[in-house]
């Protein structure tokens, strides 16, 4: 069992930052690939970025790469998502999602892959 618990969220205006963090608890945090991913209403959940078991490799959607960056510290069990030159359309709900393959070396970029899910964090960016 994995509990992800995010903070790190709020309102900020277009242009400014966050940074999210995911803390880990339960199996062996590093080993296993971390993403995040969002949802605002009315549409899917969608991903965002993902790192590898050891943060070697990293991957983001293209509406995001440039301002996000995802990081691990793996002897704190956390992940991080920061968020730079936010835009309203980055407004919705985040959430972290640990894929327990161990070791995989691929980033899965779809929720299904995922085995545990955080309760999320809300995001919003004010025009």
């Known amino acids: 069992q994995v509990q992800l618990v995010e903070s790190g969220g709020g309102l900020v205006q277009a242009g400014g930052s966050l940074r999210l963090s995911c803390a880990a608890s339960?199996?062996?945090?590093?080993?296993?690939?971390m993403g995040w991913f969002r949802q605002a209403p009315g549409k899917e959940r969608e991903f965002v970025a993902g790192i590898s078991w050891n943060g070697e490799r990293t991957y983001y959607t293209d509406s995001v790469k440039g301002r996000f960056t995802i990081s691990r510290d793996n002897a704190k069990n956390t992940a991080y998502l920061q968020m730079n030159s936010l835009k309203p359309e980055d407004t919705a709900r985040y959430y972290c999602a640990a894929d327990t393959r161990y070791r995989s070396v691929a980033i899965a970029t779809i929720p299904l892959r995922y085995e545990y899910w955080g309760q999320g964090t809300q995001v919003t960016v004010s025009s």
């Open positions: 339960g199996r062996t945090f590093s080993n296993y690939v």
